[in-house]
């Protein structure tokens, strides 16, 4: 009995504490009452706002457990200038021409009134040479497009071989230097298509501009260009000599009603060589609508 009293008593003197001590009514002792009572210096609290004090919330950095990117792919070089024509020993032909009728020529060349014939003639002709614009990617040789940007002729302004001639150096077939409607690097001639655009391939050391012309079968022949002095056309073959001492056959009849057959105009070995020039923005507002699939469009430089 003396027991249970005892509980008794001690269970009522736990209530009566209980309720004399307000919840949570614990002071937190300063350091330097703990180090007076021996103790360690207690653990900083954090995100505790102190008298006097606004709270600052602590900047956290979240750690990026992903690996680094890769390193961005090398950006391409774009080169912008014309294109000169020179033969085997340096001699300059002119540079391709910026004609209505195509860039099928050059400016050094042009048409005597009299005589109709095509002579020789100075670089202050009245035919502007062609400015064109190219990207090469370093590393890469993949053959590129060339394409003109101050073109005053229509139609596509890529440049390429124009016609289906099987070109070998053991074929005198030619096919003609022009403009083209744009096709893929190393692509055959197809069917329903006039010519190849990305053929062009360039050396850095010289700055001659090479032609890869891909035959129908997919083989590669080595491309030459050859420019026909007397009326003022480019040509890309596999054998200049084989051509110039082939023939062609005129449309005109002789007495029979055949066509006739007269020696081809011989072909000068030619290269072209890139001339970097400076295009300054043109300030016209409105660029002129192109059909053109390229990026860059005549109206939108001056030279």
């Known amino acids: 009995m003396k027991f249970l009293l005892q509980i008794f008593a001690a269970a009522v003197l736990f209530v009566a504490v209980s309720d004399a001590s307000p919840a949570y009514n614990f002071k ?34 979240k750690r990026n457990n ?34 209505p009728d195509g860039p099928d020529g ?72 022009n403009q083209t409607a744009p096709t893929n690097p190393g692509a055959a001639i197809i069917e329903g298509v006039p010519g190849e655009s990305a053929i062009w391939t360039l050396d850095s050391r010289t700055g001659q501009i090479v032609a890869n ?4 079968d997919g083989s590669k022949p080595r491309t030459f260009l050859g420019l026909d002095t007397k009326n003022n056309r480019i040509f890309l073959t596999g054998n ?29 070995e030619v290269g072209f060589f890139f001339a970097p020039t400076t295009l300054t923005p043109s300030p016209r507002p409105s660029p002129r609508p192109s059909p053109r699939p390229q990026a860059l469009s005549s109206r939108d430089f001056i030279f």
């Not at 330097?32 to 709270?55: D, N």
């Not at 060349?109 to 190219?134: I, K, M």
């Open 240 to 268: 200049i000599t084989l051509y110039n001492h082939g023939t062609h056959r005129l449309a005109r009849r002789d007495n029979d009603g055949a066509g006739v057959e007269v020696p081809n105009d011989p072909l000068t």
């Open 28 to 61: 937190r002792m300063t350091n330097a009452e703990r180090m007076k009572r021996g103790l360690a210096p207690a653990p900083p609290v954090f995100k505790r706002v102190l008298p006097g004090r606004a709270y600052e919330a602590t900047r956290t950095v």
């Open 66 to 99: 992903r690996p680094s990117p890769s390193p961005s792919a090398p950006l391409h070089t774009q080169h912008v200038g014309t294109l000169e024509l020179k033969d085997n020993n340096g001699r300059s032909f002119g540079f391709i021409r910026n004609s």
């Open 106 to 177: 050059v400016t050094g060349l042009s048409q005597n009134p009299a005589t109709h014939l095509v002579q020789r003639a100075n670089f202050n002709d009245t035919v502007s040479a062609l400015a064109v614009v190219f990207n090469t990617f370093p590393g890469n040789q993949s053959p590129f497009d060339i394409t003109a940007v101050n073109a005053t002729f229509d139609g596509p302004a890529t440049l390429g071989g124009v016609g289906n001639a099987t070109l070998g150096p053991d074929s005198p077939g030619v096919v003609t230097f």
């Open 213 to 216: 012309w891909v035959n129908a």
